[in-house]
């Protein structure tokens, strides 16, 4: 008999939105790897959990508090979906963020997140920076801006650039075999 288990390293001290854990749902449509490209859906959203998060011993086995997923929410007995929405589409995660922590913190949270996506489909075991263009313009504050009042029905081209990372080692010892040093 096999079970399915998911593991993973868990944050014990996560960003919390109101008091509350949350996920990420955000879809990439990988269309190519050699060039990569990618289209990313608008539309993602957050999933909350219903209570309050707590690392007390008492509430570590508690899947209201540690999941988000809405099947294990609408179980709870405080769960009332009339007053209590558990998702918000990313947009509004974003807004909340830079209101609550700063428009720079929210966008190098979805910087890193673009950062993330690219490097899981490459698979990349070091992470490795990218710049991103719209038009050939480099995007170096947030993409809402480089991308203006565009359509949710227009197509928009972002090119992906790696950017150089140089690995320095330090030299802790000089030796008389090297050539040109005696």
Request: hydrophobic content about 35%; overall charge positive.
């Amino acid at each position: 008999c096999y079970e399915d288990y998911v593991c993973q390293r868990y944050i014990d001290n996560p960003m919390l939105v109101c008091g509350r854990k949350f996920d990420l749902r955000i879809y990439a449509l990988c269309l190519s790897y050699v060039p990569l490209k990618v289209y990313l859906y608008r539309d993602g959203f957050a999933r909350f959990s219903n209570t309050r998060f707590s690392m007390s011993k008492d509430d570590l086995s508690n899947n209201y508090i540690h999941l988000t997923n809405h099947s294990i929410q609408k179980q709870d007995a405080s769960y009332n979906s009339k007053v209590t929405d558990l998702k918000w589409p990313i947009g509004s995660l974003r807004r909340h963020m830079s209101a609550t922590y700063g428009p720079d913190v929210a966008n190098k949270v979805f910087d890193d997140l673009q950062q993330l996506i690219i490097n899981s489909l490459l698979a990349n075991e070091d992470k490795v920076p990218y710049s991103f263009y719209v038009a050939e313009t480099e995007v170096t504050a947030n993409l809402s801006a480089a991308i203006g009042d565009a359509s949710t029905e227009q197509v928009i081209r972002i090119v992906y650039v790696p950017q150089a990372v140089f690995r320095v080692r330090s030299v802790t010892r000089c030796t008389s075999t090297l050539p040109g040093h005696a």
